[in-house]
């Protein structure tokens, strides 16, 4: 029997759980700092953990057996490195690696270095120097992006000349970001559709999961700020056969090259950001952990168990696996508390979760929540994730908001177009 630790406090780590849990190897499973997802999963419980040492000592005092790592900060920070050195199994990238999420700057770099389809850009540490190039930019609309973590914030669309000016000081002197806008790139706005591509790694292959369509504004029609993400659709209908060979020719097997070539030898996740655009496929970013919330709307279509995924990784035995899906549609909406993302109240009871009875098309998954005094109440932005299976997007759609409609707290707000722009 096997005791997990999963690294990570929100919608994306109760979705891991849940499909770690359906192994009969699985006895135990932690979630560090987790939330209240652990009252509705089996032998599943909380632990309050801060430091890299604390999740060293607590895997070893309690027989953990793997570790997986959700969250982004502590990736970068090399949770993975101190885990190899204690001896200790851990799923994610170690600190070499993982800079491809946690530099902006280093990852564009890392794409032109190895001919991977990226926009073109260039990189500031100066804010003066970046305004001054952006005075001399004739193409509008410019991307202008912290280069550090942001936790999926960090992109500003500028419209103009002006707004491109202001995301450079709100960024680089005023640190909206704090430290993740001490570099800045700025690169050409790429015209089309999104898309993310999952995918597992044992740094000889790149396996490939669903692809699948977020939708990052806090508007309908995608507008207004962004967020971490406001719910996702899998599989994304703009990824036809056609876009998922480009992927793989002229994105996804230079990675790897570029992978073996830097010598970052891992087992983990790899998340492509894709631009599907008139002139081809575009990487627009890596992610070095499974996503969130795409990772709530992929998950539920495997019909492979993770947990043989994982240790196929470790094995370095990937290319023996076929990943194998459900024929049918995930569609998932977050549900957040009202004025996210910027400031939003805590504590408010939510209702129809506790005794949500979950069945093989409906499901839901706590983003920001705690239990107290036997009562489920609002604990972050994002609340809660639901999610449904169709047999077409449009029935997953239907079906997802349907469940909607049977949970509420106070100020709950979610986008009524989560898949219906296709």
Request: glycine share 10%; proline share 3%.
């Amino acid at each position: 029997m096997m005791k997990i630790l999963i690294v990570g406090a929100g919608g994306r780590e109760h979705a891991i759980a849940w499909k770690l849990s359906q192994n009969e190897k699985v006895e135990k499973i932690f979630i560090a700092p987790g939330n209240a997802c652990v009252e509705m999963l089996p032998n599943a419980e909380s632990v309050n953990l801060g430091s890299i040492d604390e999740y060293i000592s607590f895997a070893k005092d309690n027989n953990v057996e793997l570790t997986v790592v959700g969250s982004e900060e502590l990736l970068v920070q090399g949770i993975v490195d101190e885990f190899h050195k204690n001896g200790l199994k851990i799923f994610g990238p170690d600190k070499k690696a993982a800079i491809l999420e946690g530099s902006k700057a280093y990852s564009k770099d890392f794409m032109k270095k190895y001919g991977i389809k990226t926009a073109v850009y260039e990189i500031f540490d100066n804010s003066e120097k970046a305004k001054e190039f952006l005075n001399n930019w004739k193409d509008f609309p410019v991307v202008i992006k912290a280069s550090g973590l942001a936790a999926g914030k960090g992109v500003i669309i500028a419209q103009n000349l002006n707004e491109a000016i202001k995301a450079v000081e709100d960024i680089m002197v005023d640190e909206k970001f704090g430290n993740a806008g001490s570099q800045v790139v700025i690169e050409e706005f790429l015209d089309g559709v999104e898309a993310s591509i999952l995918s597992f790694t044992d740094s000889k292959v790149i396996v490939p999961l669903l692809s699948a369509k977020d939708h990052k504004k806090i508007w309908e029609d995608e507008t207004g700020l962004n967020t971490g993400g406001m719910g996702v659709i899998s599989p994304n209908p703009f990824v036809t056969d056609e876009i998922f060979e480009k992927f793989k020719s002229d994105i996804m097997q230079p990675t790897l090259k570029g992978i073996q070539a830097e010598e970052m030898d891992f087992a983990g996740v790899i998340f492509f950001g894709l631009m599907i655009t008139k002139k081809g496929v575009y990487l627009l970013e890596y992610n070095m952990r499974m996503g969130d919330p795409e990772t709530q709307a992929v998950l539920p279509l495997l019909e492979n168990d993770l947990l043989e995924l994982i240790e196929k990784s470790f094995e370095k035995k990937l290319s023996e696996i076929k990943v194998n899906w459900k024929p049918l549609h995930s569609c998932c909406v977050v549900a957040a508390a009202g004025g996210y993302p910027e400031s939003y109240k805590k504590g408010d009871e939510i209702t129809g979760v506790l005794d949500f009875k979950e069945t093989d098309d409906n499901k839901v998954f706590i983003c920001g929540a705690k239990v107290e005094d036997g009562k489920l109440l609002t604990n972050g932005g994002r609340v809660l994730n639901a999610v449904a299976l169709g047999n077409t997007l449009e029935e997953a759609q239907k079906k997802a908001y349907e469940l909607l409609k049977t949970i509420n707290f106070e100020g709950m707000y979610f986008r009524k177009d989560i898949g219906g722009r296709f």
